[in-house]
């Protein structure tokens, strides 16, 4: 009982194969180039031509494997000639069939395998050209396995052709019938070069009918160049010189009928017939593998979507600067906005707008300089210059050029670019170091406000070392509960009584006490971390405001502040309104505080979101308003409650006249729009009367007290409560 399927007709294909009489032979030089071949073209280091016989399969040629032959039983090749086309196992430790069998478990440790079934002219699958790797390979393509096959079909002839070399005048007939069917011209000619078989193949490839061309000298498809050549080694070889190219196989040029010229594949075979010599060939037009291995190089060189040079290309270009000792400056360039042109357009769009960017690049920068796409929003200019000022120069030009508006489906799309500058100055700098370093340049170019060319700087990578040293510390302390939320009161300035509190994070080190928020917040507002640890700060504000109402402080408001990162989330409105009902606290209570460079950087994501929770009665609130850039442009288009002016304008010995100058301005501003105004940093009373003056609703700062935890605030204000009640107040 076999554990491996078998053909019905299995017998007759034995016989079949039997009649090629090429088990347990010889190599043969013919076979092996084709193996080369396509161990070359689709680089893998194991090629087979495998022959299946009775209970084993013989090799009859082989790359990349030290045994001529394995039992049946162990053979993907006799799964390959159940097939009608090309069987492929992208790994075979995962695959059922095989997944126990002796060649995946031990050496050769076979994971990919592709066969190609060698079909005769029967219609059996005597064996199969395969392919095999130690390493799973996800990707076959259909293109890949058309290429197989046709290189399976040039292995099958070439078999024929041996066959019929063997075979007497029957076998000659069964010739006639192989070429008129294969799509490969096969031509025979006698000693004095002229043809005497052409099959229907060769009237489509070279344009000669089989009428018009018996009889013809060989030379009608030999172009001028190579004729004196081709007849001098015909006649040395019909002469009973040494047969130096037949059996190999060799890529040259044929001549059409029309004149023109096309690649072609030739194996040529001799044989004599009544004493005469007689010479074939197998002619293949190998114009569609050269183009598709033109564009599998192509492929591996460039970008598909926008034609630019890829990353291995990139790679490829600075070691060979490298080794050569050239400087080099290499800037990467990020756009700014991409993100919202795909969330808010779709992937078409965003396709739009990268090729029209790689487009902008390619015609800013001189023809020989590399432009290059990494992947996503993010490309390379290569520059020979290594002049800090004229690489600043260009990158500022190329982001000049990307900020132009791009024109899709008749409305403009607005982006921008940030772009980081390295310089390799002679074979120090490798590519992952000179890329790592445009990086960093470029991590500060987008922190500084985006839009920006940075140069890099050994400061830069300090900095990095000591970012990824606090993340990683902010990282157990999450794990660690070490946050804590503290409360700092809000007061309304008409009679000085509590309004709200604003919700802060501290970090209670277990070594350094409380960590400054200046000192960590910075990264852990651009970290993974960012989403949950603001999401935890909701829920326990609004728990703990909750509780606090319940306790007495009736119309008591919380202020939390918000992350950028946790726009980016698509569920965050939902977010929002899982923590208010989970907590039973009232959306009219909860204030959003959000500042402008977050409105700036997420502009197409936020609005959604916030009107939406705006009409459940969330409040949203402008942070530090004033210090920007944009606000007026912002109050109009977004649905804000509460100005929240900046403690820089309020407290501190700078102070001046034009700060209160901008407290009444921005108190008047927001009356215009019918917002309440809450000032920030109030210290001392004569700052709290200049506010009452202006009118300004409530303040915040040390004079009503510093940030506290939650038992002290709840100490301070609900003991005041309590006792009221109790004195009938």
């Given at each position: 009982?076999?554990l491996?399927?078998?053909?019905?007709?299995?017998?007759k294909?034995?016989e079949v194969?039997?009649?090629?009489?090429?088990?347990?032979?010889?190599?043969e030089?013919?076979?092996?180039?084709i193996i080369?071949m396509a161990?070359?073209?689709?680089?893998v280091?194991?090629?087979l031509?495998?022959?299946?016989?009775?209970d084993?399969?013989f090799?009859?040629?082989?790359?990349g494997?030290?045994?001529?032959?394995?039992r049946?039983?162990?053979s993907?090749?006799?799964?390959?000639i159940?097939?009608p086309?090309?069987?492929?196992?992208?790994d075979?430790?995962?695959d059922?069939?095989?997944r126990?069998?002796a060649?995946?478990m031990g050496?050769?440790?076979?994971?990919?395998?592709?066969?190609?079934?060698?079909?005769t002219s029967?219609?059996?699958?005597i064996?199969?050209?395969?392919?095999i790797?130690?390493k799973?390979?996800?990707?076959?393509?259909g293109?890949?396995q058309?290429i197989?096959?046709d290189l399976a079909?040039?292995v099958?002839?070439?078999m024929?052709?041996?066959?019929?070399e063997?075979?007497?005048?029957?076998?000659?007939?069964?010739?006639?019938?192989?070429t008129?069917?294969s799509?490969?011209?096969?031509i025979c000619?006698?000693?004095?070069?002229?043809?005497?078989?052409?099959?229907?193949a060769?009237?489509?490839?070279f344009?000669?009918?089989?009428?018009?061309?018996l009889?013809?000298?060989?030379?009608?498809?030999?172009?001028d160049?190579?004729r004196?050549?081709?007849?001098t080694?015909?006649?040395?070889?019909?002469?009973?010189g040494?047969?130096?190219?037949?059996?190999t196989?060799l890529?040259?040029?044929?001549?059409?009928r029309d004149?023109?010229?096309v690649?072609?594949?030739l194996?040529?075979?001799?044989?004599?017939?009544?004493?005469?010599?007689?010479?074939?060939?197998i002619?293949?037009?190998?114009?569609?593998?050269?183009?598709?291995i033109?564009?599998l190089?192509?492929?591996?060189?460039?970008?598909?979507?926008?034609g630019?040079?890829?990353?291995?290309?990139?790679?490829?270009?600075?070691?060979r600067?490298?080794?050569?000792?050239?400087?080099?400056?290499?800037?990467?360039?990020?756009?700014?906005?991409?993100?919202?042109?795909?969330?808010?357009?779709?992937h078409?769009a965003?396709?739009f707008v990268?090729?029209?960017v790689?487009e902008?690049?390619?015609?800013s920068?001189?023809?020989?300089?590399m432009v290059?796409?990494?992947?996503?929003?993010e490309?390379?200019v290569?520059?020979?210059t290594?002049?800090?000022?004229?690489?600043?120069?260009?990158?500022?030009?190329?982001?000049?050029?990307?900020?132009?508006?791009i024109?899709?489906?008749?409305?403009?799309?607005?982006?921008?670019?940030?772009i980081?500058?390295?310089?390799?100055?002679?074979?120090?700098?490798?590519?992952?170091?000179?890329?790592?370093?445009?990086?960093?340049a470029?991590?500060?170019?987008k922190?500084?406000?985006?839009h920006?060319?940075?140069?890099?700087?050994?400061?830069?990578?300090?900095k990095a070392s000591k970012?990824g040293?606090?993340?990683?510390?902010?990282?157990?302390?999450?794990?660690?509960?070490?946050?804590?939320?503290?409360?700092?009161p809000?007061?309304?300035?008409s009679?000085?009584?509590?309004?709200?509190?604003?919700?802060?994070?501290r970090?209670?080190?277990p070594?350094?006490?409380?960590?400054?928020p200046?000192?960590?917040?910075?990264?852990?507002?651009?970290?993974?971390?960012a989403?949950?640890?603001?999401?935890w700060?909701?829920r326990?504000?609004c728990a703990?405001a909750?509780?606090?109402?319940?306790?007495?402080?009736?119309?008591?408001r919380?202020g939390?502040?918000?992350?950028a990162?946790?726009?980016?989330?698509?569920?965050?409105?939902?977010?929002?309104e899982d923590?208010?009902a989970?907590?039973?606290?009232?959306?009219?209570s909860?204030?959003?505080?959000?500042?402008?460079?977050?409105?700036?950087?997420?502009?197409?994501?936020?609005?959604?979101?916030?009107?939406?929770?705006r009409?459940?009665g969330?409040?949203v609130?402008f942070?530090d308003f004033?210090?920007?850039f944009?606000?007026?442009s912002?109050?109009?288009d977004?649905p804000?409650?509460?100005?929240?002016i900046?403690?820089s304008?309020?407290s501190g010995?700078?102070?001046?006249?034009r700060?209160?100058?901008?407290?009444?301005?921005?108190?008047k501003l927001?009356?215009?729009?019918?917002?309440k105004?809450?000032?920030?940093?109030?210290?001392?009373?004569?700052q709290?009367e200049?506010l009452?003056?202006y009118?300004c609703h409530?303040?915040?700062?040390?004079?009503?007290?510093?940030?506290?935890?939650?038992?002290?605030?709840t100490?301070?204000?609900l003991?005041?409560?309590?006792?009221?009640k109790?004195?009938?107040?």
């Amino acid at each position: 009982m076999t554990l491996y399927p078998m053909p019905n007709d299995d017998e007759k294909r034995i016989e079949v194969l039997d009649s090629f009489a090429l088990m347990d032979t010889v190599p043969e030089q013919e076979y092996d180039h084709i193996i080369q071949m396509a161990s070359r073209i689709f680089d893998v280091p194991t090629v087979l031509i495998s022959l299946v016989h009775r209970d084993r399969q013989f090799f009859k040629a082989r790359i990349g494997l030290d045994v001529c032959e394995t039992r049946r039983d162990v053979s993907f090749c006799t799964f390959a000639i159940m097939e009608p086309a090309v069987f492929v196992v992208p790994d075979a430790s995962k695959d059922e069939r095989f997944r126990s069998n002796a060649l995946v478990m031990g050496h050769p440790n076979i994971r990919f395998y592709a066969g190609a079934p060698l079909f005769t002219s029967q219609g059996h699958a005597i064996g199969s050209l395969c392919l095999i790797d130690s390493k799973p390979r996800e990707m076959f393509s259909g293109r890949d396995q058309q290429i197989l096959q046709d290189l399976a079909a040039m292995v099958l002839q070439r078999m024929e052709l041996k066959r019929l070399e063997r075979e007497s005048e029957a076998s000659h007939n069964k010739f006639i019938h192989i070429t008129s069917t294969s799509p490969d011209a096969i031509i025979c000619a006698n000693g004095q070069n002229h043809i005497t078989s052409w099959n229907a193949a060769a009237a489509e490839i070279f344009g000669y009918s089989k009428e018009e061309a018996l009889g013809k000298p060989l030379d009608i498809i030999v172009p001028d160049a190579m004729r004196v050549r081709h007849g001098t080694g015909l006649a040395k070889v019909a002469a009973g010189g040494p047969p130096r190219i037949i059996g190999t196989s060799l890529n040259l040029t044929a001549k059409r009928r029309d004149g023109s010229e096309v690649p072609i594949e030739l194996s040529l075979s001799q044989w004599t017939e009544s004493g005469e010599p007689q010479f074939g060939a197998i002619i293949r037009d190998i114009t569609s593998r050269l183009d598709a291995i033109r564009q599998l190089k192509h492929a591996a060189e460039f970008d598909e979507l926008t034609g630019l040079s890829n990353r291995a290309s990139l790679k490829h270009h600075i070691q060979r600067s490298s080794e050569g000792g050239d400087p080099l400056a290499l800037l990467l360039i990020d756009l700014d906005g991409f993100k919202d042109v795909n969330d808010t357009l779709g992937h078409p769009a965003g396709d739009f707008v990268l090729k029209a960017v790689a487009e902008r690049l390619r015609n800013s920068v001189p023809s020989h300089l590399m432009v290059a796409r990494l992947g996503g929003d993010e490309f390379v200019v290569v520059s020979e210059t290594v002049d800090p000022l004229q690489a600043t120069a260009i990158a500022s030009s190329l982001i000049a050029a990307i900020e132009e508006p791009i024109e899709f489906n008749n409305e403009p799309i607005h982006i921008g670019a940030s772009i980081g500058i390295s310089f390799k100055l002679g074979t120090e700098e490798n590519d992952d170091e000179l890329l790592g370093n445009a990086d960093l340049a470029l991590y500060q170019a987008k922190a500084d406000g985006r839009h920006l060319v940075r140069i890099f700087t050994p400061e830069l990578r300090q900095k990095a070392s000591k970012k990824g040293s606090l993340s990683s510390s902010l990282r157990q302390a999450w794990e660690n509960q070490e946050f804590e939320l503290y409360y700092q009161p809000q007061i309304k300035l008409s009679d000085g009584s509590l309004s709200g509190a604003e919700a802060l994070i501290r970090w209670n080190h277990p070594n350094l006490g409380i960590v400054s928020p200046g000192a960590f917040l910075p990264v852990l507002e651009t970290s993974l971390l960012a989403v949950p640890v603001g999401e935890w700060i909701l829920r326990t504000a609004c728990a703990q405001a909750a509780q606090w109402q319940n306790a007495g402080l009736k119309s008591f408001r919380i202020g939390v502040n918000l992350f950028a990162a946790q726009f980016r989330t698509r569920d965050f409105a939902k977010s929002v309104e899982d923590a208010l009902a989970d907590s039973d606290f009232p959306a009219t209570s909860l204030e959003l505080e959000i500042t402008e460079n977050i409105i700036l950087r997420n502009e197409q994501r936020i609005m959604e979101p916030l009107d939406h929770l705006r009409s459940l009665g969330v409040g949203v609130a402008f942070d530090d308003f004033g210090t920007g850039f944009a606000s007026l442009s912002l109050l109009k288009d977004y649905p804000v409650t509460r100005l929240k002016i900046d403690r820089s304008f309020v407290s501190g010995s700078e102070r001046n006249n034009r700060d209160e100058a901008i407290i009444e301005a921005v108190i008047k501003l927001a009356a215009g729009f019918d917002l309440k105004v809450i000032a920030e940093g109030v210290e001392t009373r004569e700052q709290e009367e200049m506010l009452r003056q202006y009118e300004c609703h409530e303040g915040q700062g040390y004079l009503y007290g510093r940030p506290m935890k939650a038992a002290d605030f709840t100490h301070k204000y609900l003991t005041q409560v309590t006792n009221h009640k109790v004195l009938g107040v």
